[in-house]
């Protein structure tokens, strides 16, 4: 039976007999893939007209509780997921990663909705004042692109790669087009079946390609995103289509890269830190079968423990055993393919050249469970390079699986410059318990890298690992790597939306983004904003308080009670050489006091005060000074109830403007409330 792909809203098998795949395990062919047939452009045509219109409809908190619920979908459905994923040759801890870690991704970017405002688009930044009296200023929007995510990916993790990219864009409001690496793609298609059957996401907003999408590109257009996840000449060669460079299309590259792990002089033998690098350094190159493309690849040691580590990683390594992920006690599975094995072998004969293997065989290995001969099995591959200042393959080849190069250093400098020697990569780490050792390679190493690890015995227990990205931190990195980024939380979302500047008085601005901004025009209501409820409130609705005057008892009841005696609110004797006139009040004193003057006293819809944004204090208060507070409902944002049981709610943002007797602001805060809603339903 051949996998089908999902364009335009319907299940398609290619034509033709297409590409046959393989069980990774036992060799045998379990399905073929093809795309023969399909119609690229009226897919970009249907998420563009289909996906798009639905997607940019549904407001950022919609769109996260969307990425929620397909997160839970998918969470209930994972062990058919695993039954799958087995024959990519994966263990269960491989496909973790690959399947949970991918699903993991969703719930975190459901849960970022709470950064975004409840509206379809979002402000970036703050106001930017560009008159002298304020009436004149400027912001940035950022919009969901009009457009198609096209998102090319790797064999290595046909479920991670997939859903750590769609997180972004669907919580930006941006369909996609998903290309797996056709080697892998009957897990992806088995995880695209759940989604589309489950009619959680809007009809267009994901779309699926198993076979060939050779062509796809050609029906680009400037709204459109590709990101591409593979090797660095692939990468390279799309990179250049003519269409992406007419269309301005912008191009996010993930290229395997020969990533590396340092050892600090001060990890010496009988450290927990040498055994965390033992133990980091053999993870990274057994998992996934070190197809991985943040897998270790160099490890660089200072030259007077190199027989150590070779040791010590030899008997790690030896302990590590091959075979049928089913069968109890294996603990590496097989590469994803034959072509894979046969890619893996001819970068491991060119690097022998150079360097000598010093554990690991191509050939001299046991398999337990399973048929070495017809699965694609190996070794894990450890070599010894003496001189890696002369001898570079090890800094120019990748053998794309369990397969990595030891190599000494004298110095910290030399170390920082072997790192660099990879040419770009998308992560090193540095195992250290010495911090000084620690901040000279990360300030040196940072510009050829795109995340560091600084592990010790302190996190440790609790670290993700050298080769785990995290989906609120960026995943990618420089040079070889490819120059792009992805994930990274909030920033990743802002790849899918145009960001525009927008002028215009503080009035028109709050009108047009519904946030309120500072200096724009307000409007009182008789009803204090305390006593309604979050569906009645509106953006500009305002409270003008009663005014208190400060006097210096104040400021000696405030210090007392807080116990904040700073010389400048109790010593008038001391203020020679400061800014300060006279004894100044608190600026938390002005703050709370703003609260006694905004707070309506008795029980209503106000659950709580939630929190503060934003907080400056902008002009000295002394005694004798009257301060009022224009209170001013800037921003509103929606929650979904938990369950049943739960309050139906949202939460308020207002903009607590504290003003003097001549008018000035001389203090400003963002406070957030959570208001109960009318309807209860």
Same mark, same amino acid.
Not at 174 to 179: F, Q
Not at 424 to 432: A, F, P, Q
């Given at each position: 039976?051949?996998?089908?792909?999902?364009?335009?809203?319907?299940?398609?098998?290619?034509?033709?007999?297409?590409?046959?795949? @393989?069980? #990774?395990?036992?060799?045998?062919?379990?399905?073929?893939?093809?795309?023969? %047939?399909?119609?690229?452009?009226?897919?970009?045509?249907?998420?563009?007209?289909?996906?798009?219109? #639905?997607?940019?409809?549904?407001?950022?908190?919609?769109?996260?509780?969307?990425?929620?619920?397909?997160?839970?979908?998918?969470?209930?459905?994972?062990?058919?997921?695993?039954?799958?994923?087995?024959?990519?040759?994966?263990?269960?801890?491989?496909?973790?990663?690959?399947?949970? %870690?991918?699903?993991?991704?969703?719930?975190?970017?459901?849960?970022?909705?709470?950064?975004?405002?409840?509206?379809? @688009?979002? *402000?970036?930044?703050?106001?930017?004042?560009?008159?002298?009296?304020?009436?004149?200023?400027?912001? !940035?929007?950022? $919009?969901?692109?009009?457009?198609?995510?096209?998102?090319?990916?790797?064999?290595?993790?046909?479920?991670?790669?997939?859903?750590?990219?769609?997180?972004?864009?669907?919580?930006?409001?941006?369909?996609?087009?998903?290309?797996?690496?056709?080697?892998?793609?009957?897990?992806?298609?088995?995880?695209?079946?759940?989604?589309?059957? /489950?009619?959680?996401?809007?009809?267009?907003?994901?779309?699926?390609?198993? %076979?060939?999408?050779? %062509?796809?590109?050609?029906?680009?257009?400037?709204?459109?995103?590709?990101?591409?996840?593979?090797?660095?000449?692939?990468? &390279?060669?799309?990179?250049?289509?003519?269409?992406?460079?007419?269309?301005?299309?912008?191009?996010?590259?993930?290229?395997?890269?020969?990533?590396?792990?340092?050892?600090?002089?001060?990890?010496?033998?009988?450290?927990?830190?040498?055994?965390? +690098?033992?133990?980091?350094?053999?993870?990274?190159?057994?998992?996934?079968? =070190?197809?991985?493309?943040?897998?270790?690849?160099?490890?660089?040691?200072?030259?007077?423990?190199?027989?150590?580590?070779?040791? #010590?990683?030899?008997?790690?390594?030896?302990?590590?055993?091959?075979?049928?992920?089913?069968?109890?006690?294996?603990?590496?599975?097989?590469?994803?393919?034959?072509?894979?094995?046969?890619?893996?072998?001819?970068?491991?004969?060119?690097?022998?050249?150079?360097?000598?293997?010093?554990?690991?065989?191509?050939?001299?290995?046991?398999?337990?469970?399973?048929?070495?001969?017809?699965?694609?099995?190996? /070794?894990?591959?450890?070599?010894?390079?003496?001189?890696?200042?002369?001898?570079?393959?090890?800094?120019?080849?990748?053998?794309? =699986?369990?397969?990595?190069?030891?190599?000494?250093?004298?110095?910290?400098?030399? #170390?920082?410059?072997?790192?660099?020697?990879?040419?770009?990569?998308?992560?090193?780490?540095?195992?250290?318990?010495?911090?000084?050792?620690?901040?000279?390679?990360?300030?040196?190493?940072?510009?050829?890298?795109?995340?560091?690890?600084?592990?010790?015995?302190?996190?440790?227990?609790?670290?993700?690992?050298?080769?785990?990205? &995290?989906? *609120?931190?960026?995943?990618?990195?420089?040079?070889?790597?490819?120059?792009?980024?992805?994930?990274?939380?909030?920033?990743?979302?802002?790849?899918?939306?145009?960001?525009?500047?927008?002028?215009?008085?503080?009035?028109?601005?709050?009108?047009?983004?519904?946030?309120?901004?500072?200096?724009?025009?307000?409007? *009182?209501?008789?009803?204090?904003?305390?006593?309604?409820?979050?569906?009645?409130?509106?953006?500009?609705?305002?409270?003008?308080?009663?005014? !208190?005057?400060?006097?210096?008892?104040?400021?000696?009841?405030?210090?007392?009670?807080?116990?904040?005696? +700073?010389?400048?609110?109790?010593?008038?004797?001391?203020?020679?050489?400061?800014?300060?006139?006279?004894?100044?009040? !608190? =600026?938390?004193?002005?703050?709370?006091?703003?609260?006694?003057? @905004?707070?309506?006293?008795?029980?209503?819809?106000?659950?709580?005060?939630?929190?503060?944004?934003?907080?400056?204090?902008?002009?000295? $208060?002394?005694?004798?000074?009257?301060?009022?507070?224009?209170?001013?409902?800037?921003?509103?944002?929606?929650?979904?109830?938990?369950?049943?049981?739960?309050?139906?709610?949202?939460?308020?943002?207002?903009?607590?403007? $504290?003003?003097?007797?001549?008018?000035?602001?001389?203090?400003?805060?963002?406070?957030?409330?959570?208001?109960?809603?009318?309807?209860?339903?």
């Amino acid at each position: 039976m051949k996998l089908q792909n999902y364009a335009s809203g319907k299940w398609v098998a290619g034509e033709g007999d297409g590409q046959a795949l @393989f069980n #990774a395990i036992t060799g045998e062919q379990i399905t073929t893939a093809s795309s023969k %047939g399909l119609d690229f452009g009226d897919m970009m045509h249907y998420a563009r007209k289909v996906g798009g219109p #639905a997607l940019r409809k549904m407001t950022f908190q919609e769109r996260g509780r969307m990425l929620k619920a397909l997160a839970i979908h998918l969470q209930s459905k994972k062990e058919n997921f695993y039954t799958v994923s087995w024959a990519t040759g994966a263990t269960r801890s491989d496909s973790w990663v690959d399947i949970e %870690g991918g699903i993991g991704n969703l719930f975190t970017y459901a849960s970022l909705r709470r950064q975004f405002p409840d509206e379809t @688009f979002c *402000l970036d930044g703050d106001a930017a004042k560009l008159s002298k009296n304020g009436t004149f200023i400027g912001h !940035h929007i950022c $919009v969901p692109k009009e457009g198609v995510a096209i998102h090319i990916n790797a064999f290595n993790f046909p479920v991670w790669g997939m859903l750590e990219k769609i997180a972004v864009n669907l919580l930006a409001g941006v369909p996609a087009i998903v290309k797996p690496a056709t080697v892998t793609s009957f897990l992806t298609e088995a995880v695209v079946k759940e989604i589309a059957a /489950s009619k959680i996401l809007p009809e267009g907003a994901l779309q699926l390609i198993c %076979g060939s999408a050779n %062509g796809i590109l050609d029906h680009v257009q400037s709204q459109d995103i590709v990101t591409f996840t593979g090797s660095a000449s692939t990468g &390279m060669m799309l990179k250049a289509h003519p269409k992406l460079i007419q269309e301005a299309v912008p191009f996010n590259m993930e290229a395997d890269s020969l990533n590396c792990c340092v050892l600090g002089s001060d990890a010496v033998p009988g450290t927990a830190e040498f055994d965390i +690098f033992i133990k980091e350094v053999q993870r990274e190159m057994t998992t996934k079968a =070190g197809q991985k493309c943040t897998a270790i690849r160099r490890i660089i040691v200072p030259e007077k423990l190199v027989e150590d580590v070779q040791i #010590a990683l030899g008997k790690r390594l030896a302990t590590t055993t091959i075979g049928d992920p089913n069968v109890e006690g294996v603990r590496m599975g097989s590469l994803a393919g034959k072509t894979q094995l046969k890619e893996v072998a001819e970068k491991v004969m060119q690097l022998s050249k150079t360097q000598e293997i010093v554990f690991g065989d191509m050939t001299k290995f046991e398999v337990t469970g399973a048929d070495k001969n017809k699965g694609a099995f190996m /070794s894990p591959i450890l070599f010894l390079n003496k001189d890696p200042f002369k001898y570079q393959d090890c800094h120019n080849l990748e053998a794309f =699986g369990p397969v990595s190069t030891i190599m000494p250093y004298k110095t910290i400098d030399d #170390a920082i410059e072997l790192a660099k020697m990879g040419k770009g990569s998308l992560v090193c780490s540095i195992i250290t318990a010495d911090d000084k050792i620690a901040k000279e390679f990360v300030i040196g190493a940072a510009c050829m890298h795109g995340r560091i690890l600084v592990l010790n015995a302190d996190c440790a227990k609790e670290s993700t690992g050298h080769g785990s990205p &995290m989906p *609120l931190l960026t995943h990618g990195g420089p040079g070889r790597a490819g120059g792009g980024e992805e994930m990274g939380g909030k920033r990743g979302v802002f790849h899918y939306l145009q960001r525009t500047a927008i002028q215009g008085s503080p009035t028109t601005i709050s009108n047009i983004t519904n946030n309120y901004q500072y200096g724009g025009k307000y409007f *009182l209501t008789d009803v204090h904003p305390f006593k309604r409820y979050f569906e009645e409130l509106e953006i500009g609705e305002t409270l003008i308080t009663a005014k !208190h005057k400060v006097t210096l008892e104040n400021i000696e009841a405030f210090a007392e009670l807080s116990g904040d005696k +700073f010389y400048a609110h109790m010593d008038a004797n001391s203020l020679d050489g400061t800014i300060f006139t006279g004894r100044v009040a !608190h =600026g938390y004193y002005i703050l709370s006091r703003a609260a006694g003057l @905004f707070v309506d006293a008795p029980k209503g819809p106000v659950l709580l005060n939630y929190g503060i944004d934003e907080c400056r204090f902008t002009k000295p $208060v002394y005694p004798g000074a009257e301060i009022g507070v224009r209170f001013t409902c800037k921003e509103k944002i929606d929650q979904e109830k938990k369950d049943e049981n739960d309050i139906a709610k949202g939460i308020v943002k207002w903009l607590v403007d $504290v003003y003097d007797e001549t008018g000035e602001t001389v203090a400003i805060a963002t406070i957030l409330t959570m208001v109960k809603k009318k309807n209860q339903d």
